[in-house]
C-alpha cells in the first residue's frame, strides 16, 4: 500500500484516541537546520555537538559555549517551517474537527513547530527562544522559569565575547544559559520540559507517528515501549533510517516528511 495511504488509514482507525507526534532534527533539515548529532553531510557540529552542550562544558567554558548557542540560534532563527511542520498543523485541526486528542512532542529547541500553528506542542528539550539562571532553584524572578531571549540584552556579548559581557539573571547575576536540556542534565530538571506530560502521554496513545527522530534519546524509548507494550501501531518517518530491532515493532516509512505528511493529510480530507 501507498506510504501516505497507510498513515492516513492509521489516523483514522485512531478515532479519538490520542494521536502522538513525536519529532527529531530530521523535520527541520528541510527548513535548513542541520541535524545535531552529525550523522548526516549538512551536519556542521559533527563530532564536537555532544560535548558542546553539557552542562560540564557550561560551567567550564560558558564564552564558549555561549558564542556555540549564539550560532545555532543564528541559524534557528533564520530558518521557516516546512510542509511536514504544516501538515502537522492540518492534522492536529483534521484531528480536533472530529474532537479527537492530538498532541506532538518534539526533541527540537527551534520554533517551527509553533510558527507553524500547532498547539498542543511539548517541547521536551526546552526551546531556543528562551534563557533561564544557570543557578539551580533560581527562577529568574518569572514565574515560568526562564526569560525570552528577545527580552535579553546580547549585544555586548556578541560586540565582544568574554566572561564580563556574557548575560546575567535580573534576579541573582549568575549568568544566564541556553533554555535547553543538555546531554547530562535530565527530562525532570525543569518543569517546561513537561515530562510528566510525556510520560501520560506515552501511556495514552493510540497511534504514534515518529517524524526524523534518531531513537537515541530517552523520549523515543519510552514512547516506543509503551505503545508496542499495548500493541498500538507506531510508524517513523525518515528517509535515511537504518532497519529498527523487530522488538521495536515500528513501521519504517522510508521518504522525506515534507512530501509523505502532506500526502497523508490531503488523503485523509479525501475521505
Ligand atoms: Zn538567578
Known amino acids: 500500500m501507498d506510504a501516505a495511504r497507510q498513515l492516513a488509514e492509521a489516523i483514522r482507525e485512531a478515532g479519538t484516541r490520542l494521536v502522538l507526534v513525536v519529532t527529531g532534527a530530521g523535520i527541520s533539515t528541510a527548513s535548513g537546520i542541520p541535524t545535531f548529532r552529525g550523522s548526516d553531510p549538512g551536519a556542521i557540529w559533527k563530532d564536537s555537538d555532544v560535548s558542546m552542550a553539557t552542562f560540564e562544558y557550561f560551567q567550564r567554558d560558558p564564552v564558549g559555549q555561549w558564542r556555540w548557542y549564539l550560532s545555532r540560534f543564528r541559524t534557528v532563527d533564520g530558518a521557516q517551517p516546512n510542509p511536514a511542520h504544516a501538515a502537522l498543523v492540518d492534522l492536529e485541526r483534521w484531528q480536533s474537527d472530529r474532537r479527537g486528542a492530538f498532541r506532538i512532542i518534539t526533541q527540537n529547541i527551534d520554533t517551527l513547530h509553533e510558527r ?85 502521554s506515552a501511556a495514552g496513545a493510540e497511534l504514534v507517528i515518529f517524524v526524523g527522530t534518531s531513537f537515541s534519546v530517552g523520549v523515543t524509548d519510552l514512547v516506543v ?28 516509512l522510508r521518504e522525506p516528511a515534507e512530501e509523505l505528511l502532506p500526502r497523508a493529510v490531503s488523503t485523509l480530507g479525501q475521505s
Open 116 to 200: 507553524a500553528g500547532s498547539r498542543d506542542l511539548i517541547k521536551v528539550h526546552g526551546t531556543s527562544d528562551r534563557l533561564r539562571c544557570a543557578r539551580a532553584g533560581c527562577d529568574n524572578g518569572s514565574p515560568r522559569g526562564s526569560i525570552a531571549r528577545s527580552e535579553v540584552d546580547i549585544s555586548a556579548f556578541e560586540a565582544q565575547p568574554s566572561l564580563g559581557t556574557l548575560p546575567r539573571c535580573p534576579l541573582c547575576q549568575e549568568i544566564l544559559r541556553a533554555h535547553v536540556l543538555f546531554f547530562d542534565e535530565y527530562y525532570q530538571d525543569h518543569s517546561d520540559y513537561r515530562f510528566a506530560d510525556v510520560q501520560s
Open 225 to 252: 515501549q509503551n505503545a508496542a507494550n499495548r500493541a498500538k501501531p507506531i510508524f517513523s518517518i525518515d528517509p535515511h533510517a537504518p532497519a529498527l530491532p523487530s522488538w521495536m515493532s515500528v513501521i519504517q
